[in-house]
């Protein structure tokens, strides 16, 4: 039972990169969630997505682009990497949208 | 403008002993309210939450309160246990917003032996 998993764990990139971290569940999940972690800030909300083809922002989106063509695999690009997107990055998946989330691994993020 | 609020960043305790986590909120819309814990690179794995209809709610160890007209929440864990360790997220969320999660900054909980 893989649950969900992410990929890379760890990234280093540079300034203006594309980079792209991967989510996939094994839950046949509806909703999918994109997480970054701050210290100092907890967890903030970037995409999420309901289901296929159904994306909408949350509060701190500028910067990321995401896409659902299958219900298991929610992709994270970053178009242009900046300092500031250095980060921890969790995915997160729930079977509605009243279902308790369940959290990957993470991808540590580097931006030079 | 943070409306989930973890005010300590830290708390330490002694094994067996009560460790109480507290968070207060702003946003009178939330409607749900709940812990996840968090190991060093590890994700955030559930741990009890809790309605606004309710003030309280009990799983082992664990046990949440609400006080609604404070706007505060409450995590107590009795006894302790060493492997107890680790970082406590509040998070909140209100029905008219779907289920997205407000977090807070989270609570660094070490337990003593």
């Known amino acids: 039972d893989a649950g969900i998993t992410q990929s890379p764990r760890y990234k280093i990139t540079e300034t203006g990169r594309q980079v792209t971290l991967m989510c996939h569940q094994t839950w046949s999940h509806s909703y999918m969630f994109w997480y970054r972690q701050d210290l100092g800030h907890g967890l903030r909300l970037i995409y999420y997505s309901a289901a296929a083809d159904i994306t909408d922002k949350g509060e701190v989106p500028d910067g990321y682009v995401v896409s659902r063509s299958k219900t298991e695999n929610f992709p994270l690009t970053l178009e242009s990497a900046t300092r500031s997107q250095t980060s921890v990055y969790f995915c997160?998946?729930?079977?509605?949208?009243?279902?308790?989330?369940?959290f990957g691994p993470g991808t540590r993020l580097l931006v030079l | 403008d943070q409306q989930v609020k973890q005010n300590s960043p830290s708390l330490s305790v002694q094994e067996g002993r009560i460790s109480i986590l507290n968070c207060d909120y702003t946003n009178s819309m939330f409607d749900y309210f709940l812990w996840y814990k968090k190991y060093p690179a590890e994700g955030p794995t559930f741990l009890i939450s809790?309605?606004?209809?309710?003030d309280k709610n009990e799983d082992g160890r664990f046990t949440v309160f609400l006080n609604k007209s404070a706007k505060h929440l409450s995590l107590h864990i009795v006894p302790s246990q060493p492997g107890d360790s680790a970082v406590y997220f509040c998070?909140?969320?209100?029905?008219?917003?779907?289920?997205?999660?407000?977090f807070g900054a989270g609570t660094i909980l070490r337990v003593k032996s």
């Open positions: 998070a909140a969320r209100a029905m008219e917003y779907g289920n997205k999660l407000v």
């Open positions: 997160a998946s729930s079977r509605s949208r009243q279902e308790t989330q369940y």
């Open positions: 809790i309605s606004s209809i309710k």
